[in-house]
């Protein structure tokens, strides 16, 4: 047992040049912002001679960046927090009223799985130009309900651990099927939806593909889509567009310094379950 | 009594079926339906055309070239991603003093966007002799500027590289909560017979994370197929259509060129494409799980 437990300082010294070169995009990015396009083309691997934060202040002056980050922030939180109680609500009758139709509508519902949005996306197109919902940002948060089938999933999973019980007492003391959802089964979920937030709202913050093709103006841009439309427009000046990913990268940052546990926690109970 | 409370029940049921069937399974029958016609979105007159469309995608070089690369860049970076996740899983598991760091530095690429991460990396493979890669290779090295986006094969790889920095750090946490779930007494009675460290990972290891694999190589596969941002951001797509993926063809041909029967035909190959590997290798998988079990 003394082996497993003594800490082994030969890996910390193997282990130094690989994280060193995991590590290496994130240096170079946040030095390159502190030079000027002349400077990175001559050597961009080198540290700054001079701290210079003109391109923060530029980047913030050419780009609506509060816009963008309250537009990415508003989509996520409403469609997260819509798919947690759509899929926690789903997951109630199949577990808690099983019948021969709610299986069938249990697998109506997992085959969501097997079906890639690519698949759906051009008639989802179509449906979205004949219901005017193109460049709305309610619009998108409507095309991310699909993923409240994943919600579903786990919400189902986690569940079938309640005692069945449960429920049937507090109908016999008069709770009705409304109450008892909302009341005692809904904030007993609290574990799964945690995990279910997290994987969600990775998604849709990360997601560039949804808003590229149904937000047009720069407007309703959300913060990704902002960097590809950024990307056209500083296409020649790397330490202006670079200076725009770190800021734009501080938001996830803090998100992982936060919850790196409650994510790999996530990562597991939900790959487990999966 | 009874019937009104499964009445009840059921109404929880509304919302999800109501979202999931109009924008998911409307979408997949209508893509099917208009992939038998040659509808091209604006005019309503249009025909069955059988399955001339679906002929017509193996006749457009930019259509086969997305298939091609895709399946390729799905196969390898689920390979790549694997071993590296394995062998990162491995150490991270061991007791080393920066062992958190190292958690935490591996980790994070797979929490940003992927577009983001890759135009990064585009800024790290620029084929010009400022390019980041470029001139540290001739600083180190000597050697001259690689085309590294703009040539064939070097493109196909550079998306493929930095798909496993993103992704391996991930699914070597997924890795690493199966190793600890590992008794250590098996370790234990392996060391008693005389087992070396090498032999206890290789036979007692690596069989016991058939079933993290399973799933790992299952979300792998998947995303691989559905890539879109990576080599977008990279490559758009090129030289050529080299590193065209089949989301692209769909935005492209479907989006853009409005060639909606095409384009639908290419979502369904692709669904069959998804639906077929991954049957298959989740199938495959779980037997060598009941073989080790």
Redesign the interface.
Known sequence: MTESTRKQWWLDILMLPVGLITFFPFYLIIVNTLKTPAETAKNPISFPSTFNFANYERVFNEVPLLQSFGNSLLITIISVLLMVLIGAMAAYPIVFNASKVNRLIMGYLLAGFLIPFQTTLIPLFELMTTFQLVDKLYGLIVVYMGGSVFVFFLMMGYMRTIPKELPEAAVIDGCSIWSIFWRIIFPLLKPITVTAIIFQTMWIWNDFLAPMLFLNSSSNATLVLQVYKAKGEFAVDWPLFMTLTVIVLIPIFIFFILMQKQIVKGIVGGAVKG | MKLL??F???L??V???L??T???????I??FF?SLTNFN?YSKQYDFVGLANYVKLFKDSAIVSGISYTLFYAIATTILTTIFAIILAL?LD??????N??R??????S???????A???G??LSPIG???MN??LHGLFGVGPQPWLSDPLLAKLSTILVAV?AGA??HA??YL?FLQGIP?DYY?AAAIDGATRWRQTWHITLPLLAP?MT??VM?LL?GG??V??IPF?LTKGGPGFETHT??QV??LR??SEVQ?GL??AM??V??LI??VL?YFQVSVMQRREEKIQ
């Not at chain 2, 109009?22 to 997949?28: G, H, R």
């Open positions: 409370r499964s009840q029940y059921q929880f049921l919302p999800i079926l979202f999931y109009v924008f998911t399974i409307y979408p997949l209508r893509s208009f979105g150490i061991r007791n080393f003093f920066t062992r760091i190292h935490a530095i591996f980790f994070f690429p929490i940003p966007s992927g577009l983001i991460l135009y990064v990396w800024f790290i400022s390019g980041v001139n540290l920095w750090g991930w946490v997924l909560a250590k234990e993290a799933v790992s979300l998947t197929l559905k879109f941002e951001a089949i989301t769909i935005v479907g989006i909606f384009a639908s979502s369904i692709f669904f998804v639906l991954t």
